[in-house]
């Protein structure tokens, strides 16, 4: 079994935070719908570290397959 976890844990971190990166984007300017969240725009923000992590895993299990070839 070669298959390493962190390929579809960064895949799913990746695809979960690209879709409420969008959504926070099309939602900025919905002041009523962040009122409680202190008007920060939550969803964007927890999109773009959900991007970041599904990246930092993508480059790690990336890392290994190229390390393995050499």
């Known amino acids: 079994m070669g298959l390493d976890i962190r390929f579809p844990i960064g895949l799913m971190f990746t695809i979960f935070g690209f879709i ?27 999109g773009v570290f959900m991007l970041i992590f599904g990246g930092i895993m993508f480059y790690f299990a990336m890392k290994k397959v190229l390390k393995r070839k050499i």
């Open 20 to 46: 409420l990166s969008i959504y926070g984007l099309f939602t900025n300017s919905d002041s009523e719908m962040y009122a409680k969240s202190l008007t920060i725009n939550i969803n964007l923000w927890m």
